[in-house]
Nanobody
Framework: QVQLVESGGGLVQPGGSLRLSCAASGSIFRIYTMAWYRQAPGKQRELVAA???????NYADSVKGRFTISRDNAKNTVYLQMNSLKPEDTAAYSC??????????????WGQGTLVTVSS
C-alpha cells in the first residue's frame, strides 16, 4: 500500500509565500513523475507543475516564474514553493505520483489535498 501525505497549506496574504510538501510512503519500488494539481471551487482540476525522476519540470503558464517544483528522491518527497501568491491561486492542492510498487505493479497515487487560501 502506498500513501501520499501533503502538508504546508494555509492562509496567506496576496504577495506572500507558502511551501507545500508531499511525502510518499509504503511499498514503493520506484517513483517516476511527481506533480501538483489544484482545483478551485467551481472549476476543473488543473496541473500546476510536474517533475520527472530526472528533474525535468513543467509548469502551468499561470504559475511560471512564481512557483518552483522540486523533489528529494532519497526522501520520496516533492515540494512546491509558491511565491508572489495571488487570490486566484486559492484552491485545494493535491499531490500526484506515478509509482511502481514493490510488487512491480504501476500505481497512480493521490494525496488527500491541502487547502491554500490567498486573501487579505
Amino acid at each position: 500500500q502506498v500513501q501520499l501525505v501533503e502538508s504546508g497549506g494555509g492562509l496567506v496574504q496576496p504577495g506572500g509565500s507558502l511551501r507545500l510538501s508531499c511525502a510518499a510512503s509504503g511499498s514503493i519500488f520506484r517513483i517516476y513523475t511527481m506533480a501538483w494539481y489544484r482545483q478551485a471551487p467551481g472549476k476543473q482540476r488543473e496541473l500546476v507543475a510536474a517533475i520527472t525522476s530526472g528533474g525535468m519540470t513543467n509548469y502551468a503558464d499561470s504559475v511560471k516564474g512564481r512557483f518552483t517544483i522540486s523533489r528529494d528522491n532519497a526522501k520520496n518527497t516533492v515540494y512546491l514553493q509558491m511565491n508572489s501568491l495571488k487570490p486566484e491561486d486559492t484552491a485545494a492542492y493535491s499531490c500526484n505520483a506515478d509509482i511502481m510498487g514493490s510488487d512491480y505493479r504501476g500505481l497512480d497515487a493521490w494525496g488527500q489535498g491541502t487547502l491554500v487560501t490567498v486573501s487579505s
